[in-house]
């Protein structure tokens, strides 16, 4: 009797998790084995621009699903390869060698995990069968059509279709599966060079810690609206990583909410974790996105500044811009960057330096804990105007306006750039050049109203000449 294999990708948890249910089942039911598999290929994610804080996390969250599939009694092996092209070879040696017919996987719609997936097929034995679940999102992309037949490319329409689609058919998380089989004690996980990350906030990685967290946000979440843009306070979820890693599904999270309130459009955090699905949806239905394409192409003309010394300054927080700056150091020390300063130092990036918004995109993903292509792709073409339902050209964050509104006591510039501590509250969202000298700040790298308005210029010209 052939035996079952759970590939695990980007859903590196054991409950909610339907290929692993599916796979103990047919294995409980045959009577045969069931082992799990994770291609491992840090060169490949870094091809793709993850970092050592997204790599530190998988390995941490790898560790722990080995342990939580060994009680399970289930072993995980991990394919080291240096591609998922090799990975996936191996994998099909594998499973071969383990008398494996039936694969259970998630379905995800980025390009590469769809090239690897076409390479299973193409390579795998006639009867080797690869079962994708498509249940990582809340309803199938194919399902959420406008009334024209088309998918969606304004967000808030398509909030409110999936929603309807839901609200009744949403059912509950399935629980870690119990399926009897004896605990294993659990092989420690040959993962090569572990990846550094400290993770100094204490971001939720694991299962485990995701379903806390989640719990114990549940308590703020009326709050979610009035602190969810004051980057000096706790009033977000810090979910993202636990759902980039898929320690934790957004089923979980819209199921957790159902049970205490109605899912409603007005639910801000539950529309934040729809803006997740909505960046998803738009790969399904253009993984080009993938090839570094902005999804309106009328953009992509615009003369950027090639000086790369403004791409470094914005990186090490050197602008002389305190919000900025405080944004760019949170990030550099705590592998995370609160949403709202993701948008200012983003824009100020693309629209008032100038520069090419991939290379912000780049930078993100690298030091992100919990990059998620979509979620950055679709962040940084909505700050650069270029994406799907993305800010209009002529939308400029003024970042020293941003500042005296959403960190009027400036507490979060105090505890990232230090230097500027000594001033006043009044002083310190753009301080004068004489006071910028004494603390030893640098001055601002370019002149913010007169590179708007040439930013404002050019954006037009295209505008008219496309
Ligand atoms: P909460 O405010 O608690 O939101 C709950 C969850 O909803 C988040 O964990 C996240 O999964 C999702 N979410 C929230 N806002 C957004 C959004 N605007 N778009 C998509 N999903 C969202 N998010 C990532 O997960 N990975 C990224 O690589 C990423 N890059 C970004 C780049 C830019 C330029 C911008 C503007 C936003 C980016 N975001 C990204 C979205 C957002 O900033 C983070 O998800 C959020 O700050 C994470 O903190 P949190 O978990 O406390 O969010």
């Known amino acids: 009797m052939a035996n079952q294999l759970v590939w695990f990708r980007n859903d590196l948890r054991t409950c909610d998790h339907a290929p692993l249910s599916e796979a103990l089942v047919a294995a409980h039911q045959q009577n045969s084995t069931i082992t799990a598999a994770f291609i491992w290929s840090p060169e490949q994610l870094q091809q793709q621009g993850a970092g050592s804080p997204k790599l530190a996390a998988y390995q941490q969250a790898l560790d722990a699903l080995n342990d939580d599939l060994a009680a399970l009694g289930v072993e995980l092996q991990i394919i080291t390869a240096p591609s998922w092209q090799q990975g996936v070879t191996d994998l099909i040696e594998l499973c071969v060698r383990l008398d494996v017919d039936n694969i259970y996987c998630h379905y995800e719609p980025g ?138 599904s957004s089923r979980q999270v819209l199921w957790t909410i159902a049970q205490r309130q109605a899912l409603t459009s007005s639910n801000a955090f539950l529309s934040e974790i729809l803006w997740r699905e909505f960046y998803k949806y738009l790969l399904a239905w253009r993984p080009e996105l993938c090839l570094g394409k902005a999804f309106n192409p009328k953009w992509d003309q615009f003369p950027w500044q090639t000086d790369p010394s403004l791409l470094q300054r914005w990186q090490a927080g050197q602008t002389g811009v305190p919000l900025v700056d405080a944004a760019a150091r949170q990030l550099n020390q705590t592998g995370w960057m609160h949403n709202r300063l993701r948008m200012v130092s983003a824009m100020y990036l693309v629209k008032i330096l100038q520069v090419d918004w991939r290379h912000g995109e780049a930078w993100f993903a690298r030091q992100l804990a919990d990059f998620d292509f979509a979620a950055n792709n679709g962040g940084w073409q909505w700050v650069a105007s270029t994406g799907v339902d993305a800010t209009p050209y002529f939308r400029i964050f003024n970042p020293h306006e941003q500042s005296r509104r959403f960190d009027p006591d400036g507490d979060f510039i105090r505890k990232y750039v230090p230097e500027l501590a000594p001033l006043a509250n009044k002083a310190i969202h753009q301080p004068t050049p004489e006071l910028a000298l004494a603390l030893g700040y640098p001055l601002p790298v370019v002149d913010y109203k007169t590179s708007r308005a040439d930013t404002l210029v050019k954006f037009k010209k295209l505008g008219q000449d496309y």
Do not use: C
């Open 111 to 248: 390009w590469d995990e769809r090239l690897r997936d076409g390479q299973f097929h193409d390579q795998a034995p006639e009867q080797m069968h690869l079962h994708r679940a498509n249940d990582l999102y809340s309803a199938p992309p194919r399902q959420l059509l406008t009334l024209q037949g088309n998918f969606y490319k304004v967000f808030t329409p398509y909030k409110r279709n999936l929603l309807a689609q839901i609200i009744d058919t949403l059912v509950a998380p399935r629980p870690a599966p119990d399926n009897g089989l004896p605990a294993q004690a659990a092989k420690p996980l040959a993962l090569g060079e572990r990846f550094v990350w400290d993770n100094p906030m204490q971001l939720p990685v694991l299962e485990q810690q995701a379903h806390e967290r989640l719990e114990d946000f549940m308590d703020q979440m009326n709050d979610y609206s009035s602190l969810r843009d004051i980057p000096a306070r706790a009033g977000t979820s810090l979910l993202s990583t636990s759902l980039a890693l898929g320690t934790l």
